[in-house]
């Protein structure tokens, strides 16, 4: 399984972006999916993540009612839309993958990971 992670970049506080993760696997629609982040200095940490058939959503309270996560099963695709952004968003941010249909809010959750796409929120 690959991930392949896109859509970040440098925008100003209140902007929007959509990140799009891309995986490669022969059954995704049966992955449990998520999103994490690791900002300068910080560790790793949970933003978002999904079900096998997105019926079941988990954000972090620090991106509750800003960030929305979705899934397109016929491409293979998860998606993070991320509305009114804060300086405090700036990361690089991981989409992750687990062959199981959970939405886990942990790191160890997942088996797989994505290279990482970088978001810079200017104030």
């Known amino acids: 399984v690959q991930l392949q992670a896109s859509g970040g970049g440098l925008v100003q506080a209140g902007d929007s972006l959509r990140l799009s993760c891309a995986v490669s696997?022969?059954?995704?629609?049966?992955?449990?999916m998520g999103w994490f982040r690791q900002g300068p200095g910080k560790e790793r940490e949970f933003v978002a993540s999904?079900?096998?058939?997105?019926?079941?959503?988990n954000y972090a309270d620090s991106v509750k009612g800003r960030f929305t996560m979705s899934r397109d099963n016929a491409k293979k695709t998860v998606y993070l839309q991320m509305n009114n952004l804060r300086p405090e968003d700036t990361a690089d941010y991981y989409c992750?993958?687990?062959?199981?249909?959970?939405?886990?809010?942990?790191?160890?959750?997942?088996?797989?990971w994505g290279q990482g796409t970088q978001v810079t929120v200017l104030q």
């Open positions: 992750a993958c687990r062959r199981f249909a959970g939405a886990s809010v942990t790191t160890q959750g997942y088996e797989y």
């Open positions: 696997g022969p059954t995704f629609s049966s992955y449990g």
């Open positions: 999904i079900s096998a058939a997105g019926a079941t959503t």
